[in-house]
C-alpha cells in the first residue's frame, strides 16, 4: 500500500485532502459475516482503483442527497433546511425550504430523521429544469405526510418556482411510540430509472401493518410519472394502490439501476440484524412484515425489533413463498446501511459494473460484485475515512460524490493505483 496526503484550498472555503491509497481488500468476511456474504476474491493488483478524496462542501446541517446536471451543478438537500444548488464556479445558491431559501416552503417540517430527503433530476432537465424534492409536510393534511414536490429552476439556478406536489399521501409516523420517536422510517431516496419514471423510496413509520397494506404507501417502493401517476406497465397484486411497484418494505435508503439491465436494486436498513441489499422485480413483496407474531412480546404490536433473523426476518419466505430474495444480507448485525449506487466507467478500473454501499452504524463504503442474477459474490470496503455515509451519486464527470451525516460533501475520484 503507500499513500500520501496533501492540504490545498479551493475557492477560499474547501478544503482538499488528497488520499492516494489503494482500497483495501477486506474479504466477504470480517464485520458483516453471513451466508450471503461469503466472497473473498479481489480484483487482480493494480485493478483496484486508487482513489483521492477531496471535500467539496462542510459545515452543511445533515445533507440527505445529492444531484447533478449534465453542466455539473451540484444540487444537495439538507434535512432541515432545504434545496441548494452547487453551480460548476462554485458558489451555492439556497433554492427551496425555509426561510432564506429564494422559494420558502412554509409547509416544510424536520422532526426526528424526517424532513427533506432525495432530489432528482427530471431526464429532461436541460431543457425543462424540473427537479423533484422529498419532503415532510404540515400541508393540509393531518397527520402530516411525506410528499414528492415538483419544482422548475430557473437558468442561472438562482430561483425555484412552479412548485406542484405530485405525491401527497406517503405515511409518516406522527407520534412517537413504544419504539421510537416521531419521524423513524421514512425513506425518501428519489431516483429516475432508465425507463424515464421516478421510484420513490418509502418507510415503515414503526407501523405493523404498513409494510402489507395494498393502500398506503409506507414500506413501498413507488413508480411513478413526472406528475405522481402510477407508471404505466407497474403489476402490484389486484386491490393494490397502481403506483406500487414493490411492497413489503422496511426503510429503504437507497435504489440504483444496474447498468446493462436497468434493474432497480435497493438498499435497506434492518433491524437489529439483516440490512438487505435487493434486485426488485415489478409487483412483488419484499417480505417484511412487522405484525402478527404471537411468540414475541411486540410493543405497540410493532414486532420490528422485538425477533432475530429468524423469528422476525427482513424476508419472511414462510409467509410470502415468493418474496423477492436479497442479494445481499449481513445477517450477523445490521449497520444502518444508507446509500447504494452503481459505479459506472473504465475509469472504476476493476470496481466497474459494481454496486457501492455507504453504512452510517458500520461508518464505511463497501463495494459489492455481483454476479450475473444479482447475487453478491464479494465485498471490499473502499479506503475511504469512517463517516455515516448517507448519500452515493456519480456525477457527470464520473467520480463518486458522498454526503456524511458530519455535514461534508466529498468527491470520490478513482485512478490507476501503483502496481
Ligand atoms: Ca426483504
New binding site residues.
Partial sequence: MTSRMTDTRRHGWSVTVLLALFALACGGGGSDPGPSDTGTSQPPPGDTPALTRTVVLEGLSSPWDIAFSSDGAMFFTERCRGLSVRRADGSVTRLFGTSGSALVAPDLVCVGQSGVHGVALDPAFATNRTLYVYMLSNLTTSPRTNRVVRLVVNSGYTSAASRVDIITDIAFKDAGNAVGSAGAHSGGRIRFGPDGFLYVTTGDNHNPTLPQSPTRLGGKVLRVTTSGAAAPGNTPPAGFDARIFTY???NVQGITFRPGTGQPFTS?HGPNHSD?V?PLVNGRN???DPKDRPALSCPDSYCGYAGNPSTM???DVARFPT????SWSNNGASQGMGPAEFLVGSQWRGWNGRLAVGFMGGSRLSILELDAAGNATSVVNASLPSARYRALTLGPDGNLYVATDAGEIWRVVPSAGSS
Fill in positions: 413489503g418494505h422496511r435497506e438487505e435487493t419484499g417480505g417484511w426476518p427482513m424476508t418474496a423477492m430474495l436479497p
